[in-house]
């Protein structure tokens, strides 16, 4: 019988978890046909767009939504402005849909699109996207917080003296002093406990306080020297658990097992807390049938008082009926949510309850929309009346925002001290308001100042006044009204700002700010002074023109001073002074040179670095101050590397005289990339840029001074490399190799070394590069390809065919069509002829 009692007992209590269980609770659709869109911050339409993207949901699906929930047409309108709104805000430009269609569609089509896409969404999203637009019953996060607090009992606490032992609790009994023991005694199911030597005592139902008292005596009655040299100390140790049914109106309703120390709130919280349309208020608890206490949870949620909360019994009930009464608060206050008002209790109540307005908040009067027994009605309650006004059932209150404007405002801008807002005080003008404003700047411009003024259908008006005029005349000065904005502009705004420039052998050149009786001496000072070698006598200074004639072709298009300065800028007289756009160039001595250096590598006695002594210098004196050439030397592959803009005496972005290099290069780049693990071995590119001079260094050294001896560059390199004795082949050929030199052998001869040509070869084409750095191609006699010499070192390269144009056999068509097409006209006119 005891097992089957236990059966039905878990039975019954799995079933209650199943039923009660969060994890398992559908939460119904939220009604939306009272929701007021603009009682709502932009936060949580935030929150309401950022739930539906969670779920891949679009506007126009939202709104869809919002229809299938009853929200009235007008207010999903609004709904929809919102949300445009607070994209065009956050600069969210992405495209979730447009609910357009969706307002604009027929009945019909709404119905249709609202089962579909509303209730189908609804059903597949378990969290419900309209969560944080639902109001929020006040105190119901705190049982529904998972963070919330537990009210757990605090066991670590000394026993409370009224606590009602009862079957299960263990007494901890000490007897220290002239007589010594240590009993820890569980309270028997009959609730006796059994003292050693001394017997049973009835403890159950009494408070510790009594059950202490009663074990003294008896102790005292047993030869315990109680009070007279012995102490008794007793202490709960494990605490009993008792069984409470909690009831009515509540998340979870069942009977819980709890600690003997645990109170009301302990045991509501266990349960879920009271349901949506359980009472907060008006929770009773039971003992014995009878009601002990009503616990109302807003003294605790308010004022934090925990007077009610009770020490719960084994067996107690706790009761939470439906509520009486539901209002609304929205808007700005501190804690917008629904209410439970007493019967006593009067708007400014709810008002404290939602913890005052917010600094926002138009306290003046509060919309009230009232519920009768037909329809609903919208009123206004007045500050005066929040005190007297007692709340109806399923009153929505409505705290506006102040708006945002100024009542007494004007701003004023640009060349005062003080420029901003400032209190439009009774006849304040033009004047006063400057002042306010510190006064006018050194840099005001005092000839004309404005006044942007609101015309009474808030469009703007522009008034001009002169600023000197009404500083110094009252007949001038002009009464400000609410919103003006003054501005009083600065000289230096009304054209372009003020630069001189510096350019040559100076430190730092570049552009400066202008100032009045600015002379050249103090510009070069701000320049960071001359460079070296810079010259003091001849600096020019260009200004610009504003009277050219335009009609002549001889007009100056700039005037041109040369002056002098001191050359330690030191003060002196000088009367000339720079104008705004003035250019200060600063030239070189005459004969300043800086060192100009070149390298010599490779096979000479003196490899190294050699500073040019003079301008004529030339390759073959730079031989012979390196000590001339070693035996092993390779005279005919010497060669000479110099920068282009040395070679051409141009800027190197205008080389265009190179194009066969560089396109060389390129294809050197191509068949790297697609040789790589020959060229890695095989092929060193760096040799072959387009900065090498092709010189003939056996001619220049058999004859110095000839044409062909070139005359030295700063940073010109002079490489001598030794006897070469490889050919490399590249582009397309079948196998690019490097190949050794054999005297006679001919162009075609390394070709074949390298596998032949390959199909795409542009024979005609190929071309030898010679260790000197010149390049020699392809010659044409008759129907025969001349190709050039081939030397030790020498590379050669085939080119590729270019790609066809169009279709080939198309082209021949064409041209046969068109040839056919003449025949036959030539033939008709001889006919014609005859």
Not at 596 to 624: A, C, H, M, Q, W
Request: with cysteine.
């Amino acid at each position: 019988m005891n097992k089957l009692k236990i059966c039905l007992a878990l039975l019954g209590v799995m079933v209650c978890f199943f039923t009660h269980s969060p994890a398992t609770a559908q939460t119904l659709p939220q009604n939306l046909s009272n929701l007021n869109v603009d009682s709502y911050s932009d936060e949580q339409i935030r929150q309401l767009l950022q739930n539906s993207q969670s779920q891949g949901i679009t506007d126009g699906q939202l709104i869809q939504i919002a229809e299938s929930r009853n929200m009235p047409p007008a207010e999903a309108q609004r709904l929809q402005a919102r949300i445009n709104e607070i994209r065009k805000k956050d600069g969210n430009t992405a495209n979730y849909g447009d609910a357009s269609d969706s307002l604009a569609s027929n009945g019909q089509r709404r119905q249709q699109n609202n089962a579909q896409s509303g209730d189908t969404l609804t059903r597949q999203n378990r969290i419900d996207i309209f969560r944080d637009l639902q109001p929020k019953i006040f105190g119901a996060s705190l049982f529904r917080n998972a963070r919330a607090n537990t009210f757990q009992p605090n066991l670590k606490l000394a026993t409370p003296i009224n606590y009602i032992v009862g079957p299960g609790d263990k007494l901890i009994i000490n007897v220290y002093g002239n007589s010594i023991a240590n009993w820890a005694l569980t309270v028997s199911p009959e609730g006796n406990i059994n003292i050693p030597g001394v017997g049973i005592l009835n403890v159950a139902g009494k408070t510790i306080e009594h059950a202490t008292a009663l074990i003294k005596n008896r102790l005292a009655a047993n030869r315990y020297a109680v009070g007279n040299g012995t102490n008794v100390q007793v202490s709960l140790g494990d605490i009993r658990s008792i069984s409470i049914r909690v009831q009515g109106e509540l998340v979870r309703p069942g009977t819980y097992t709890l600690s003997s120390l645990s109170t009301a709130f302990e045991a509501l919280y266990a349960a879920g807390g009271p349901s949506d349309i359980g009472s907060f208020r008006k929770i009773e608890i039971i003992r014995d049938n009878k009601v002990i206490r009503k616990l109302d949870l807003y003294d605790y949620l308010v004022h934090g008082n925990h007077k009610d909360d009770i020490v719960l019994h084994d067996q107690d009930e706790i009761h939470v009926p439906p509520y009486t009464m539901h209002v609304e608060l929205r808007g700005e206050v501190k804690v917008p949510a629904i209410f439970e008002p007493l019967p006593n209790e009067k708007l400014q109540d709810i008002i404290d309850y939602a913890g005052g307005f917010t600094d926002q908040a138009y306290t003046a009067r509060v919309k009230i929309i009232q519920t009768s027994d037909r329809q609903r009605r919208i009123a206004d309650i007045f500050e005066k009346d929040y005190a007297t006004y007692s709340p109806r059932r399923g009153d929505v209150y409505t705290v506006d925002r102040i708006l945002n404007r100024f009542e007494n405002r004007v701003v004023i801008t640009g060349a005062v001290f003080r420029p901003g807002e400032f209190e439009l005080q009774q006849g304040l003008t033009v004047s006063q308001l400057i002042k306010n404003a510190g006064g006018l700047k050194e840099d005001a411009f005092t000839g004309r100042g404005s006044i942007s003024r609101l015309n009474p259908d808030n469009t703007t008006q522009q008034l001009s006044f002169n600023v000197q005029d009404a500083m110094t005349s009252s007949s001038a000065d002009i009464i400000l009204q609410r919103e003006d904005v003054v501005s009083i502009t600065s000289v230096f705004d009304l054209h372009d700002k003020y630069k001189v420039t510096i350019k040559g052998q100076i430190r730092r050149p570049g552009d400066f700010d202008y100032a009045d009786s600015m002379k050249v001496a103090d510009l070069i000072i701000k320049a960071g002074g001359f460079s070296e070698g810079a010259s003091s006598k001849r600096i020019e200074v260009s200004r610009r023109v504003f009277d050219s004639d335009p009609g002549q072709k001889d007009t100056k298009v700039a005037q041109v001073f040369s002056i002098n300065v001191d050359a330690n800028l030191k003060f002196e007289n000088v009367n000339f002074s720079l104008k705004p756009f003035d250019i200060v160039s600063v030239y070189s001595l005459p004969g300043y040179e800086t060192q100009k250096v070149v390298r010599v590598e490779g096979e000479v006695i003196f490899p190294g670095y050699y500073t040019i002594e003079e301008k004529n210098e030339k390759i073959s004196d730079l031989v012979r101050r390196a000590g001339g050439l070693t035996q092993s030397a390779d005279i005919e592959g010497g060669s000479l590397k110099r920068d282009n803009a040395a070679v051409l005496g141009v800027d190197k972005t205008k080389l265009d005289t190179l194009t066969l290099r560089r396109e060389r290069t390129e294809r050197l780049r191509r068949l790297q990339r697609s040789y790589k693990d020959t060229l890695n071995n095989s092929l060193d590119t760096s040799q072959f840029r387009n900065n090498y001079v092709g010189i003939d260094l056996k001619k220049i050294l058999a004859h110095p001074g000839s044409g062909d001896d070139l005359i030295l560059e700063n940073g010109d390199l002079l490489r001598i490399p030794k006897e070469q004795q490889t050919v490399r082949v590249n582009g397309e050929v079948l196998y690019p190799s490097a190949i050794v030199y054999s005297k006679g052998k001919s162009f075609r001869g390394y070709v074949l070394n390298a596998g032949g040509f390959s199909p795409s070869a542009l024979k005609r084409g190929a071309y030898v590069v010679y260790p000197n750095g010149t390049v020699k191609g392809t010659t044409k006699f008759l129907f025969f390809n001349s190709h050039p010499k081939v030397k030790p070192g020498s590379e050669i390269y085939v080119p590729k065919k270019p790609e066809p144009k169009g279709n080939a056999v198309q082209d021949i068509l064409a041209y046969t069509t068109g040839l056919a097409s003449l025949g036959a006209i030539i033939l008709g006119i001889l006919s014609l002829k005859k």
